[in-house]
């Protein structure tokens, strides 16, 4: 039913325009609208099912952070205001963002939130990882590397400016280092990139935190982090390791009455412990994220509904859909870089045959020129021959009718005698030079036949060159917190028979599962040191100097938590 007809046509309208990280929402609604109402028609404009870990904030007159409260009505909470800014974001988040975070546009909305967080450095990376991330950045961004081309990025939009300024490296020299981890990323796809984001910061010591300026009852001034593990007590100049930690199955309930807040134990050894906060709003706001996060905390814990349980099937068959035409195209693209690379091959087969071909015709053209050469040197010596021959049959003749002459005359016989010797030596030299011409012929006649051959072997040659084919052608739970003073149960006798010791696995980091990511993280830190700048224009936020974090998030959070609750207690007192 719309807005109208539920209200009334003459009802006034609320401006509401609602930020996300990629697009502006603007919706007139009518004045009577609760918070509730408005957050499920965002839920639905953005195509969001699971609308638990979200919610709608704003900023109040004092800078205060606040979260549109769902129950009652958006014109109560912005009296004498037409328009309304709201941003919609990341309330409480997952204690594993592969495990429970179900359909893509839920884990694209988390990727958003905290890269964004990243990038305005209210979660602490370091550089090498800073790295990494951008890579997996990139690939959700810009699909597969291709070499040959410019980086379609900037290292500006992609590293945060605490890390930019902390090394002497241009733009290019950030891009080098994003792309070379870019070309490891070949073949996932934006929604396994995303993920791939996640999981990596998911294990950042700052990740998933909203941290408070509180007091213990010695006037210490400290930081509280709600978490979805538990809270988190920080030391005043380091936010990175906290000193304790009391995850939920040991909060029994937790209340506040103006400025101080009281947390309850499990433990009945225990004694309850207590802080202060600056004003009674941050209170409220810390009851509503530990009563959030600790129903979270029980889900988890607890067998799906029948709705999620449908919503992880149909997610399921949706991610295999997409593999499976993923590897199809895949598969495609294989293909056709295939037939891409044998068209290529054949047009330089192509080339190389049209340079061959005009090489054989070229040494047609000259068999030819050499075979009408010897052509024209073979009827030269047969006409020689000839003539010698009729000159040796002349001087045979005259050699005879010397002979008759010389029966008259002994005189004349005497010379015809030496004119017979004469004769007949002519006649020798006459048939010599004959023999030797007709060899002659003879050798010129066998080039004339290789000649041919040739000619005829390169007419056979430009034939099977003009044969050649072608180259082819190609619900956090609503409670009212008007009150100065509200306590909330969290766990039940019940919920402690049921959430037990098995609450609280231990868990490997993902960046400690991928022995091939530390390697290179390594080899990348060490890369950097050498370009650090030694004074530091920015300083690592709320990290002491000097510190160097050796451990992983949750090794830190394991000895955060190591020792009984009565314990614990008595450290936060006395720091």
């Given amino acids: 039913m719309p807005m109208n007809a539920l209200y009334g046509d003459k009802i006034k309208k609320l401006e509401v325009s609602v930020h996300t990280l990629e697009a502006e929402l603007q919706f007139d609604m009518p004045k009577p609208t609760r918070g509730f109402e408005l957050f499920e028609l965002v839920c639905r404009t953005l195509g969001l099912r699971e609308t638990w870990y979200f919610g709608l904030s704003y900023v109040d007159e004092k800078e205060y952070k606040c979260w549109l409260k769902l129950h009652k009505k958006v014109s109560e909470q912005f009296p004498r205001q037409n328009k309304v800014n709201l941003l919609f974001e990341v309330k409480y988040f997952p204690e594993d963002v592969e495990e429970e975070l179900i359909e893509d546009t839920t884990r694209h909305l988390f990727f958003a939130h905290v890269k964004h967080l990243i990038l305005n450095m209210k979660i602490y990376c370091s550089p090498e990882a800073s790295v990494l991330l951008a890579s997996y950045a990139v690939q959700a961004k810009h699909g ?79 930081w509280l982090g709600v978490s979805a593990d538990g809270i988190n007590i920080y030391e005043k100049e380091n936010k990175l390791t906290p000193k304790l930690n009391f995850p939920w199955s040991e909060i029994k309930n937790v209340a506040f009455r103006d400025r101080k807040f009281t947390i309850k134990p499990v433990d009945k050894k225990s004694d309850d412990f207590a802080f202060y906060v600056p004003k009674l709003k941050v209170n409220k706001m810390i009851l509503e994220l530990c009563v959030g996060n600790h129903e979270l905390f029980k889900r988890r814990r607890l067998p799906d509904p029948i709705d999620v349980q449908q919503m992880k099937i149909q997610s399921m068959d949706e991610r295999q859909r997409k593999k499976l035409e993923r590897n199809k195209y895949v598969e495609e693209k294989k293909l056709r870089e295939l037939a891409e690379k044998r068209q290529r091959e054949l047009e330089e087969q192509l080339l190389q045959f049209q340079a061959e071909m005009r090489g054989a015709q070229e040494a047609l053209a000259r068999s030819e020129e050499a075979a009408d050469l010897l052509a024209e040197r073979v009827r030269l010596s047969e006409e020689e021959t000839d003539l010698l021959k009729q000159k040796a049959s002349q001087a045979e003749t005259e050699m005879r009718r010397f002979q008759l002459l010389a029966m008259k005359s002994e005189e004349a016989r005497v010379q015809m005698e030496q004119k017979a010797k004469e004769a007949e030596l002519l006649a020798n030299s006459l048939l010599h030079d004959s023999d030797m011409r007709a060899v002659e012929t003879d050798r010129l006649q066998q080039e004339l036949i290789k000649a041919r051959l040739a000619e005829q072997s390169a007419k056979d040659k430009l034939l099977e060159f003009s044969r050649q084919p072608a180259a082819f052608a190609l619900t956090y739970p609503v409670f009212d917190p008007g009150e100065s003073e509200m306590m909330v149960e969290l766990m039940t006798d019940a919920d402690l028979d049921e959430f037990n010791a098995d609450m609280q696995q231990e868990r490997v980091d993902y960046m400690e599962r991928s022995h091939h990511i530390q390697q290179q993280l390594s080899q990348l830190r060490s890369e950097l040191q050498g370009l650090r700048i030694n004074e530091q224009t920015l300083p690592e936020p709320d990290l002491p100097p000097g510190l160097v974090k050796a451990e992983s998030k949750h090794s830190t959070l394991r000895k955060a938590r190591a020792g009984s609750t009565q314990a614990k207690v008595a450290f936060f007192e006395e720091l």
């Fill in 144 to 222: 597969d590397y291709v070499s040959g081309g410019v980086a379609p990025f900037s290292s500006e939009n992609l590293l945060p400016r605490r890390v930019l300024e902390q090394y002497q490296m241009t733009s290019e020299m950030w891009a080098d280092k994003i792309e070379t981890w870019w070309k490891d990323h070949v073949g996932l796809s934006r929604e396994e990139a995303e993920m791939e984001y996640l999981k990596i910061a998911q294990d950042l010591d700052m990740y998933g935190i909203e941290y408070f300026d509180i007091r213990n009852k010695r006037g210490t001034e400290l």
